[in-house]
């Protein structure tokens, strides 16, 4: 990706985002994203990499949900601060449960890619941190009024 496509792309996201509150909540939740895969990267084992390249598969589909409920509330709610409107205060809050819940999942799974020798459980602590992603971001759109799209 160029520097124009990173300009373009920049100004997308402030015309869909804003540059407060949902554009905040939407970075953060790229942010753990981008950190997972990182860990991804790192990771030896190959029954384990192929179980978190399954779940990294899973939560990079969440974002583009991510992004439409922020562009949704930034429509209804513009934001180029940090204030949360009171009416959309839950669906902040399921965001930034989400944007948290994934950086936990990214740890899980960097702490997994350390242990030494087999792992009795495999991946089901970062199954778990996920189900808590997929949940927060559900949510989100429930409180948005965007149906799922699956």
């Not at 990182?38 to 384990?48: K, Y």
């Not at 978190?52 to 429509?75: E, F, I, N, W, Y």
């Not at 949360?84 to 799974?109: C, Q």
């Not at 087999?118 to 149906?147: D, H, M, N, Y």
């Amino acid at each position: 990706m160029g520097i124009l496509d990173n300009v373009l792309r920049g100004r997308r996201d402030d015309a869909d985002l804003g540059k407060g509150l949902w554009r905040r909540a939407h970075d953060r939740f790229q942010r753990g994203l981008d950190r997972y895969h990182q860990v991804l990267e790192g990771v030896e084992d190959d029954s384990l990499y192929a179980e978190l390249v399954v779940m990294a598969d899973a939560l990079s589909a969440l974002l583009p949900r991510v992004r439409a409920v922020c562009v949704k509330c930034q429509r209804l709610a513009p934001s180029d601060d940090f204030d949360v409107p009171g009416e959309f205060a839950d669906v902040h809050r399921a965001l930034s449960k989400a944007g948290n819940a994934l950086a936990t999942t990214a740890e899980a799974a960097a702490m997994l890619s350390l242990a030494v020798g087999p792992v009795p459980v495999g991946a089901l602590s970062v199954q778990r941190r996920a189900a808590t992603v997929l949940e927060q971001v559900e949510l989100s759109e429930r409180l948005a009024g965007i149906a799922a799209a699956r």
